[in-house]
Each structure stands twice: as C-alpha cells, then as structure tokens.
C-alpha cells in the first residue's frame, strides 16, 4: 500500500510536542494525580491528544463526563460547546475548563437562543401539530435546555437515527437543529422524503416567517435549520468520483455532517465513533477515502498501516477551531490547577443545566 501516492494532509499539529512542553505536562499530571481527569476528542491534534485519558466523539466524551463524580476537574480537548455539555453532567463540585476559549464552533453559532424562540414562534403559528425540536449536541446550552423545556431532545450523529424516531413517537413534525445536513441525511435514513422537508432560514432578510409561506409550515414533517459544518461542507460529489476512479475498489466513508449528495455516493455513513470502528476492523489490505476533519483521517492512516486511508478532499478539511488547543494551552491550564488556580472554568446555569440535562438524558436513554 506504501507504493500509492496519497493525498497528504499539512503536518502542523501531527508532530509531537516539544520536550520541554511534555515535560512540564507530564509533571503537572502527576501533581494532579486523579483529581484530574483529561478528555480529548478525536478531532484533535495529536499533539494534544496523546495527553487525553481519553478519546473519543461528542457522545463518548459525554458519558465519560457523566461517570466523573471522583474528579475534581475535566480539561475538555474539544470545542466549547463540548465542555458546556461536560459541565451540564458532571456533579457540581466538578470544574470543567477549556483550554483555550477562543476554541468555538461555527456550526454552534449558526444558531442562538433568540433565533430559535423566534422560530419557534413562527412555526407553532403555522400549524396545529405538535412539532418535538431535536438540536444537534454541536450546540450551546441553552438551545439543549429549549429543547428540554419543550419536549425535545438532544442526538449526536451516533444516534441521531434513534432520536428522530422517538420524536415521531412524540408528534408529527420535527425541528431539526442546528446542522441541515444530519437532520436531512436522518430523516431521508428513516424513510421520510426530501419534498417533505423544508429548510428554516434564521437570516431570511424579508421577514421573520424563515424564508417560507407559513402554509409551507404545516405541510412539512421536518423543519431543517440552515446551519451547517464548515469542515464537512467541503466535501463535495465530484470527490468520491474522482477517488473511485484514482483507485478503483476503494472505499467511501463519510460523516453524516457531509451534503446529502456526498452522503449519496457514499459506501458507508455513520459518527466519527462508526468511522474509526469500521477502519480498524477492515480487512488488511483494504483502501478508504474518508470524508471527514484531517487529524483523525491522519490518525487513522497512521494506525492502519496495512490499509490504505486517505482524506476524501484534494485538500485538507481541519477544524480550525478545535485546533486553538495546542499543547502550550493544555499545559498553561494543568499548571496553574498544580498552583491551586481555575481558569477558562466553564460554567452552566442551574436553570439552564437543570433544562438541558432532560435533553441530554433523553439521548443517553436512546441509542441505535
Ligand atoms: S468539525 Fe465542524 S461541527 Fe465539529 S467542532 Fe469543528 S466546526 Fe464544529
């Protein structure tokens, strides 16, 4: 396999940390000892993620957050909405940090509070069905605490699939929230077709009816946000075409966060969790271009040496939010915990907290 030329991903972040760094995070984790608990997800740099106690995707780290009563503090490796997520399930007495604030979502901010109240407004005016709103674990807190309030749930791309369906147990309509692409790929999974969805606009410029006739409303089964990844939008239908033709017999493997016409193509679909589990119980020998963020394309041809792994794109498709975090922050964040100092604490109100973890708790309870 070593012999085909591959499509190569830049290798900032894919290099070890500097000794001196490793060194000084090394000490401070055994200063810690188990009042630290460090998690890390699969999106990461690998030089970051090499510290991580543990790896994983949103649910993952989202029920090893849950199970960490014994800790007194969780340094979150991810984005903020995932330490939001972390603080709303561990006990109270357990501070989880980030180690870098300025490491956002954009598919998180393509939807705020506001935004959603007014939607929700326009929608339960436009019809008399009962509509469940499911938002996507890539959101801020206080869009996981409306969907609690208002018989919701929260779904990650592992059990995305399960939660739609239960919502359809609950009423007739869903508002899907905030990623288009998931809730489109979801409901087209579970057999509801395209014309029976329509996409909610929060910018639409000309009024606040989300760029539709109300009456538009009542006829759909599924309110998609327009909201999306702008790791996974790169990926495009000519791509899988283009690898098909490059290696004929490789495979396709794509996040469901990736357009419905790159999910179309693909051979496989399913969570970061689904990706790394297929590739690694491959058979030797085996080839797969993966539409998903590069670190863990990287990670992953690097730990399957007997296959071939390639990124989907011509070009890399990194998270360049959740690449903030570098070891220089994580190891800032540990030494000052060593010096009996907190900071980049994540904090959740108890109203919110109280609100999202009955979201939260529905999709704990469902899986696929
Ligand atoms: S990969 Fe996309 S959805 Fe995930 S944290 Fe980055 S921007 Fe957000």
């Not at 014994?70 to 984005?79: H, L, P, R, T």
């Not at 801020?140 to 059990?159: E, I, M, W």
């Not at 946000?225 to 495979?251: E, K, T």
């Amino acid at each position: 396999m070593s012999s085909i030329a591959l499509p190569v991903s830049p290798l900032i972040g894919n290099t070890p940390a500097s000794p001196e760094i490793r060194a000084r995070i090394h000490a401070a984790r055994k200063a810690l000892g188990n009042r630290l608990l460090v998690l890390g997800h699969h999106y990461q740099r690998d030089d970051v993620i090499e510290f991580a106690d543990f790896r994983g995707d949103s649910l993952d780290l989202s029920l090893r957050a849950a199970k960490a009563g014994d800790v007194e503090f969780v340094i979150f490796c991810g984005v903020h909405f995932m330490a939001e997520t972390a603080d709303v399930l561990t006990p109270d007495g357990v501070q989880v940090i980030l180690p870098d604030m300025r490491a956002g979502c954009s598919m998180a901010d393509m939807a705020d509070i506001d935004q959603v109240e007014d939607a929700w407004e326009v929608l339960t005016a436009a019809t008399s069905e009962r509509i469940i709103p499911i938002t996507y674990i890539n959101s801020t807190a206080a869009l996981k605490a409306f969907c609690g309030r208002h018989g919701g749930a929260v779904c990650t791309s592992s059990n995305a699939r399960a939660v739609v369906s239960w919502a359809f147990e609950q009423g007739s309509k869903v508002l899907f929230f905030p990623d288009q692409h998931l809730g489109r790929n979801t409901c087209h999974d579970i057999g509801i077709a395209l014309d029976d969805m329509v996409l909610y606009d929060p910018h639409d410029p000309h009024e606040r009816s989300g760029g539709n006739q109300l009456e538009v409303y009542d006829r759909a089964k599924v309110i998609l946000w327009r909201g999306h990844c702008s790791v996974h939008q790169n990926f495009a239908p000519s791509h899988p075409d283009m690898l098909r033709q490059r290696y004929p017999g490789i495979r396709i493997i794509v996040h469901p966060e990736c357009s419905f016409e790159v999910v179309q193509k693909a051979d496989v679909v399913g969570s970061t969790r689904k990706i790394v589990e297929t590739i690694n119980a491959s058979e030797p020998g085996s080839m797969w271009a993966v539409g998903t963020e590069h670190h863990l394309v990287n990670r992953l041809r690097n730990e399957n040496p007997d296959k071939m792994v390639t990124t989907l794109a011509p070009f890399a498709c990194q998270c360049s939010t959740m690449f903030r975090i570098a070891p220089e922050s994580l190891c800032e964040r540990m030494e000052e915990l060593v010096r009996g100092e907190a900071h980049n604490v994540i904090t959740v109100d108890k109203e919110t907290t109280h609100w999202a973890t009955i979201a939260l708790n529905r999709m704990i309870d469902m899986r696929d």
